[in-house]
């Protein structure tokens, strides 16, 4: 008790950091956007009510064939409030119906791009503006990715989709319905997809690396994880009795497939990833290194056209003073004077690099 | 256990995601910025040694009168990362030696509410940069101002420094030495203070609002710290016996001041507030508050800035397309034309309203 009562003397205190963190953000409660793409029919919605056990999709109308045919992809939001132990979510479901669907699906996913860089562009235009305090965030965190069961591995279209949003989003890819297939048929499938994806080159969500100092147990949780991927999947909204247990599941004739047995998929290792360990992580992705891009991109853009602009007006400025008879020659215009030429003349000409948005604000404390 | 397992079955798991939050916090690590203020003598480095543990003065060298009259005030920082249970942080002290040490005060506090605007300023343009990864964060936390023990409530330049300060920094005010006041004398100060407080409009920290739902435990040390500012301190950075133990302490032949004896002084309220309870939230309401405030009127200032020179050179080329006659005449000039006359020929004129920083993008992405 000496000892305790010694360290008691040396502790300061901020060790309770995280644990104010920790109730900040309960009282705050979270907010996270899930997109979920892939055909019709592959067990988007079921999946989602299996994961967060509601049902996101009490409304929703099936279309046939032919109203598939004429249907182009949209976006539909789900938005629902959930609780649990006195932590709230506010979970919002993106859900893409039609993608794939038609017969011809070239740019299907131009939609589901357009979306997601709508929502990086409010959120910049939100986070620039002047009053910050009731920002709606609705950056997408993460997209899964259905891919079918049946077929040898990714189909172009599956390709391309996942090229033109790994820069946006964090692609999580999941083999669907993975009850028609057996243990070996899903090991086939999975080393094929995962070869795919190194071959050209698409950049799935990375699990960050494991700490060095985390217990045995953890980093073994980690690497069965990371081996996992891409996770095969089952949903269920019906519950079954197996084992005398009811439970989540599929009756056929053969058995019971249970939707949260971890011999029959990867069902619970997908949860578990996706809510219990990694959410948090997938929200960090997303804004510091997905938006933080777009941001860039956005920024660079808009300095190049403002550089251009004040060029192009120096340029004409420079012309007025030039000596008539020259001006006067049908050879001479403005736009043909270079920028070097400009230089050499003692004038700064801006260039992308020295402009920033705050450009104007730091030219006016300097010259104060 | 059925009714467990029930429960199990309903559980979906983002109930864990305040752990991912807190499990991050470790893994990044805190930062905090103290900023101490108020005449030489006060104590200033020795509480801030007893808060933290730690010499942070070691190198300091004390001034004599005659050099303190023609010292002027300067900001010099100390920072030292310092490790409690596995939780980093990197404290960073401000000190501000010389303040109110002058014959003639006016003024003094100039170069202090110049340094947490500079602070604030770095933050915007490093958070309107272009690439954000690596951003310091100098922004100062807290203010503690020490109030001195004689004298019987807050000085002119105590008000002063205080309405100087209070839009830019939490500040929370201390009565330093209270080791030379009897109970009652500290009983009457911090009413007069408090008093003082309100009738000079001085915006001191706020303890946020205590929620409903805490435990009545909570909300009695909530009342009992509201109650108590402002603090009455006493620091010591040397350890004495005191009823057998070694403590932080002051040994007076008439007895022993215990630093962290609460029935001494208001120490130990302090460092819980300070450093145990409510550090998050004075960095939140760094952010939240202050910066978000100081960033609105950089950004109008701005705005009213480029909206002026806008005018300004809508007004020329519009005086240039006025017929000659008109122009010659020696009583028009372009600055005479008015903004409301500019907008009955049907020219857009900018007004502050309707500009952002993003302005220039924003047409952009509307003229495509």
């Not at 409030?81 to 859900?95: A, C, P, Q, S």
């Not at 949780?221 to 019906?238: H, Q, R, Y």
């Not at 079954?240 to 009811?246: C, F, K, L, S, T």
Request: one cysteine or more; glycine letters at 4%; a neutral charge.
């Amino acid at each position: 008790t000496i000892q305790s009562y010694e360290e008691e003397k040396q502790y300061v205190g901020f060790a309770t950091l995280p644990n104010q963190v920790h109730r900040k953000s309960v009282k705050k409660g979270f907010d996270f956007t899930l997109m979920v793409a892939g055909e019709s029919g592959m067990g988007k919605s079921t999946l989602v009510n299996s994961l967060f056990l509601t049902d996101l999709y009490k409304d929703r109308k099936l279309l046939n064939a032919e109203e598939r045919i004429n249907q182009t992809v949209e976006i539909i939001k789900h938005t629902v409030d959930i609780e649990e132990k006195g932590v709230k979510l506010k979970l919002t479901i993106v859900d893409t119906p039609g993608f794939g669907d038609a017969v011809n699906n070239n740019e299907c996913w131009k939609p589901i791009t357009d979306y997601i860089d709508q929502q990086f562009e409010q959120y910049f235009r939100d986070e620039s503006g002047l009053n910050r305090k009731n920002i709606q965030d609705n950056r997408v965190h993460c997209c899964l990715y259905f891919i079918p069961p049946f077929g040898h591995g990714l189909r172009p279209v599956d390709v391309e989709f996942m090229k033109a949003l790994h820069e946006k989003v964090n692609i999580i890819p999941l083999i669907a319905k993975a009850d028609c297939l057996t243990p070996n048929e899903i090991k086939k499938l999975k080393d094929r997809v995962r070869e795919e994806i190194d071959k050209f080159g698409i950049k799935v969500y990375q699990f960050p690396e494991c700490d060095s100092d985390e217990d045995e147990e953890f980093k073994q949780l980690d690497k069965e994880l990371k081996e996992c991927t891409p996770f095969a999947v089952i949903g269920s909204n019906t519950v079954v009795e197996a084992r005398g247990q009811r439970v989540r599941g599929r009756l056929y004739p053969w058995g019971i497939v249970e939707v949260e047995n971890q011999s029959h998929c990867d069902f619970v290792k997908l949860r578990n990833m996706l809510i219990r360990s990694h959410m948090h992580d997938l929200k960090d992705v997303t804004c510091d290194v997905h938006y933080e891009n777009y941001r860039a991109q956005c920024i660079q853009e808009m300095t190049r056209l403002v550089c251009e602009r004040m060029v192009k007006s120096l340029k004409v400025s420079l012309f007025k003073r030039l000596p008539l008879e020259f001006r006067a020659s049908t050879l001479l215009s403005p736009h043909l004077l270079s920028v070097n030429w400009l230089r050499t003349t003692g004038w700064r000409v801006p260039s992308p690099s020295c402009l920033c948005p705050l450009q104007m604000w730091t030219l006016r404390n300097s010259s104060k």
